[in-house]
C-alpha cells in the first residue's frame, strides 16, 4: 500500500511552467507505474502521462511535448514538469500509483491532488 501527496501547485500565467511533485509514503516505490491525471471541472479525469520503474514514459496527446513527468525511485517522488501552460490546462491534478502486476486492472492509489489554474 502507498499513500501518496502532491504539492507543486498554483496560478501561473499563460505561456508560463509548473513543476508538479508525488511524494509517495510506503514501501517498494519500484512496483508501482507512476501516472499523473487531471479533472477540470465538468469534465472527466483524464489520464496525461505514465512512468514505469525503468523510467518508460507515455503521454496524452494533450500535454505530449510540453510536460515531462520523471521520477527518482530512491526518494520515493515523481514530477511532472508542465511548460507552455494555457488556461485549457486549468485543473486539479492527481497523482497516481498502480502496482505493477495490477495494472489495468484497478485504479491503484491516489493523492489529493493539487489545483493548477493558468491565467490568460
Known amino acids: 500500500q502507498v499513500e501518496l501527496m502532491e504539492s507543486g501547485g498554483g496560478l501561473v500565467q499563460a505561456g508560463g511552467s509548473l513543476r508538479l511533485s508525488c511524494a509517495a509514503l510506503?514501501?517498494?516505490?519500484?512496483?508501482?507505474?507512476m501516472a499523473w491525471y487531471r479533472q477540470a471541472p465538468g469534465k472527466q479525469r483524464e489520464l496525461l502521462a505514465t512512468i514505469t520503474s525503468g523510467g518508460s514514459t507515455n503521454y496524452a496527446d494533450s500535454v505530449k511535448g510540453r510536460f515531462t513527468i520523471s521520477r527518482d525511485n530512491g526518494k520515493y517522488m515523481v514530477y511532472l514538469q508542465m511548460n507552455s501552460l494555457n488556461p485549457a490546462d486549468t485543473a486539479v491534478y492527481y497523482c497516481n500509483a498502480v502496482e505493477i502486476w495490477n495494472y489495468g486492472t484497478t485504479d491503484g492509489y491516489w493523492g489529493q491532488g493539487t489545483q493548477v489554474t493558468v491565467s490568460s
Open positions: 510506503g514501501s517498494s516505490f519500484s512496483n508501482y507505474v
